[in-house]
């Protein structure tokens, strides 16, 4: 690979800091230890205790540290320069003086966690770093090194163009945000119609659960003619993942027809972390049987099964579930308490086009985040390239 400017190996702008830290300031805290550098950000995080059983080294302000074992994948960090204390870490890292007449620190943090060093490493290690990248290993590796003026001009235009691409990420984000509250909003105005008489759950609905009845004693590896049992972590808002489903024998299943999924029954996580998840059986499904976790809800000639999930997964509802449940340590809804919940019940006709609505503009978010995911893609894929620029002496 060709580069605009001479290759120099890292030993003539770093050295190795040998210095380990005193076994008594490691112990009182004195001294904080490194837990990890983040991958993405190259940040040090410290550990909250000071407790160790290997060696250690010691870090002060301003150094360049490295971790042996995860360099490649961008741990590589500054120590504040600002810092009163150094800290210290384990022999699984090196800790290295940056020669500041020489070289700009944060121009080698750029460049040894870019695309161009691994590829320097890939050349010059051929063998690749099946052990720590230790110093007799790292500093002998030639990399590009321009002037100290063109080093931070570098660094200069490379952290403006990160700033707007972190600038961007965070617009992204934030856009994808305001879609879910957008449709949320639009949901509970759709909802909060006051012509539509207010019922409850309980009136529109027959809502059981699973009978106390031992599965796990009958769940199998899924042969010929067993049945899905549909738990907690299987319901989704946008439908079921049975990609993991335990299975029990079909005459079980047969013998418990409470607890046997049709389709157009509408089933509800009632306890735990996805409380309120909700979505409904299609009539393509497999037979399902309803199991631990899940409340089935069959509704009655009030109420369009399709309904009667756009309702329960709407704000209207699920604030409801929050008040109920926001005092308890484990969240949990008994069958008496979904049968309270209240919900809007309009005309079966009035029913159709809010469904037909709703389902519009989910269609019309999800080809927007469909775009958002896009470019969150081509904004992880642009720093790499312009750091490619940058140690090639092409970025303008």
Sequence with gaps: MKYRWPLSPLS???AERTERPDPVDLASGVIR???????????????????????????????????????IKGAIAIYDSNATQPIA?????????????????????????????????????????????????????????PSLEEQRRIVARTEALAAKIEEARELRKKAVEELGALLDAMSYAVFRNPRNPNKTVGDIANVTKLAGFEYTKYFTNAPPGTVKVVRAGNVRNNGLDLSNAM?????????????????????????????????????????????PNVAKLTPNEQVSHLYLVKVLQSYLV?????????????????????????????????????????????????????????????????????????????LA
Aim: a positive charge.
């Design 33 to 71: 230890i490194v837990s990890k550098i983040g991958f993405n950000d190259g940040i040090i995080r410290l550990r909250s205790e000071g407790d160790t059983r290997t060696g250690m080294i010691l870090i002060r302000p301003g150094d360049l540290v490295v971790s042996g074992i995860n360099a």
């Design 318 to 394: 699920q604030n409801q579930i929050k008040e109920i449940t926001k005092s308890t340590a484990q969240p949990n809804l008994s069958m008496k308490t979904i049968r309270q919940l209240k919900v809007p019940v309009p005309p079966l006709s009035t029913q159709s086009r809010i469904v037909a609505y709703l389902d519009n503009l989910q269609a019309k978010m999800d080809a927007l985040k469909r775009l958002q995911s896009e470019t969150a893609a081509e904004l992880d894929a642009l720093l790499p390239s312009i750091l490619d620029k940058a140690f090639k002496g092409e």
């Design 247 to 291: 299975t029990i024998p079909k005459e079980i299943s047969d013998a418990l027809p409470r607890s046997q999924l049709k389709p157009e029954d509408v089933i509800m996580t009632f306890i735990g972390a996805k409380i309120g998840d909700v979505t409904y059986i299609r009539h393509d499904h497999p037979c399902l049987h309803c199991g």
């Design 12 to 14: 003539e702008v770093l």
């Design 89 to 145: 870490a384990t022999i699984h890292y090196s800790s290295y003086i940056p020669k500041k007449e020489k070289v700009d620190a944060r121009y080698l943090w750029w460049l040894l966690r870019s695309n161009t060093f691994r590829e320097i490493l890939n050349e010059y290690l051929p063998r690749g770093i099946k052990t720590e990248l230790k110093a007799k290993r790292f500093l002998p590796v030639p990399v590009p090194f």
